[in-house]
């Protein structure tokens, strides 16, 4: 059977309690794990690219971001937003309004998925923590993907909604090296917002006397970190619920183009949000990052150590090595199964199939709602493809393959 991701063990276990006081948030998690596992039981019609329940709706809810972070492929070194006109993008956002029809329509439909915000930076968009407020009052668990802009100044409302899971970029163990890496647009200081961000968060959720939202370091492991992993794992331990740890999405110009043709001789177009992605992001010392890793595992076992989870769960020299070197391994995540559970929109409303690379679009919500293109023509043509002729070159390093 294909490898699918799925939360550690560890994470579910140390943060059970911290959920257990809101029983909707528990379920609507253990339904997309039973999906993931019961997969081809659940969803006889896979391979005419039928879907059933919508297990998540991901919003890419605005470009505008004031980082410049090397590891983006929006507005990172090769980012495809570069030369971009910011007021255009802007103008093309959906707007509040819509977005909380769409809640409402989800529901109504007997749809409770978990609702994920990103961007760009979401705490820039005016309307991200109505929808927060919004979707949590509708039974559907709220995360954030945030570089903790604006954070502090909302720990209220997030922890009144409340919302599930905040999750923090936090690249360095000090400002030198988080901030070389997550460099601001027009200078600051990234790593004070995140400790002024946990420090707020915290403080609320004390004086409410609840544990959510949980809060989660996600660390883009780099050039610029890979030496300081087990550092930044000991200087936020005492201010995370978990830590997660990507060895990075990237792409080599050779698969890049022949992305490019496998794509095109499927749905007739080229595709070219995967060039963004194209970068000299690989770890070289591959035995540094090993034994990073391997530390930060040992750390985290004790049961009072916040968890840690490597995304994807690749570990040992030989393993590390060829994620880095062969971009054609996959490691057993031979199947993409979250383009049956996930929606992903991008800020103009358009909707795709696709976690990282939005080429692909079924429609826009703007006129039509989500569940009316869930299973339209478009969108199971896409799954079908998928499901009968496998993935695709880019594909071998998507977060929809090896990190939903």
Known sequence: ?????????????????KVARHPWIAKSLIGLEKEKIFFDFLNPKAAEGQAR????????????????????????????????????LK?????????????????????????????????????TL????????????????????????AAERLVAAPMFLLQISIDGHC????????????????????????EAVRA???????????IASLTTISQANVGNLVDIYETFKDRVDLFVFYLS??????????????????FGFTPKLHWGWVGDWTIKNRKLLNDQLTEIQARSKAWSSPPATIIPNVLGLPNLERYYDDHSA??????????????????NGDMSPCRDYHDYIVGNVKDKTITELWNSEPYRKFRASLNAKGLMPACTRCCGLMGY
Request: charged share 25%; net charge neutral.
């Open 91 to 127: 103008r093309e956002e959906i707007k509040p309004a819509r977005y909380l029809e769409l809640l409402d329509d989800l529901a109504a439909h007997g749809h409770r998925p978990s609702f994920y915000l990103w961007g760009g930076e979401p705490m820039l968009y005016k309307g």
């Open 175 to 198: 400002a030198a090296t988080h901030n070389a890496a997550r460099p601001a647009a027009g200078g600051g200081d990234n790593f004070g917002d995140i400790e002024r961000a946990l």
């Open 1 to 17: 059977m294909s490898k699918r991701s799925s939360v550690a063990l560890g994470a579910v276990l140390k943060n059970f309690a």
């Open 204 to 214: 609320e959720r004390d004086r409410k006397g609840i544990k959510l939202p949980l």
């Open 249 to 266: 999405w990237w792409i080599d110009e050779k698969s890049a183009a022949a992305h490019d043709a496998d794509f095109a001789s499927r």
């Open 130 to 153: 109505d929808l927060i407020d919004r979707a949590s009052a509708l039974r559907m668990p709220v995360s954030i993907a945030t570089n903790s802009t604006g954070v502090a100044q």
């Open 330 to 347: 996959t490691f057993g995540y031979d199947r993409c199964i979250s383009i049956y559970q996930a929606v992903e929109l991008d800020s």
């Open 53 to 88: 329940s919508i297990r998540q709706v991901s919003i890419r809810i605005t470009d505008v971001c004031n980082l410049r972070c090397h590891t983006c492929g929006q507005w990172g070194d090769q980012g495809f937003l570069h030369g971009a006109d910011l007021g255009r």
